[in-house]
């Protein structure tokens, strides 16, 4: 399971974010990131999802649509992500409601570890598919077996 060690250091990042988007950068991408090219579109160094069908699938789509491509993160989403980290901290989940995380264990965008330790501290319950990456929905069944299954809420 991924527990990513973050590229900045946390306190730096955040300040970063901060002070581009005050400064009226918060539609500029984050330091490292831009529009997604799709003729550098690889499989080999994808690290969304093992099914190469869909990946196939989802870039013909894009290619086809460009208007539906997105980019990476802006200093705007990255300071407002930062922004609600603490009110879910310190706030207690509905109790009323059953809340299920579906947590992909080789994720390398999510910090599959941090997930599992909030959803544990608010008594979520954690469906985790230890060899899915971050796009579980894209995964086939091999790296994510009873996925579908387990999101039929009926």
Known sequence: MNSLPPPWPRSVAKGLAASAST???????????GDLDLS???FSRFKGHHNRKEFDETNEMMAQNTSLITGGPTFGWVNAAFKSENPL???SLPKNV??????AGDDTVVNSVA????CKRHKATVKLYPKSRH????????????????????
């Open 23 to 33: 400064l009226s950068f918060s539609k500029k991408y984050a330091l490292g990131y």
């Open 115 to 118: 997930t599992i330790d909030f």
């Open 40 to 42: 550098k579109s690889d």
């Open 89 to 91: 901290q310190e706030r």
């Open 135 to 154: 796009n579980i929905l894209k995964e086939t069944k091999e790296y994510a077996p009873t996925f579908w299954q387990d999101l039929d809420l009926r």
């Open 98 to 103: 059953d809340i299920v995380a579906y947590v």
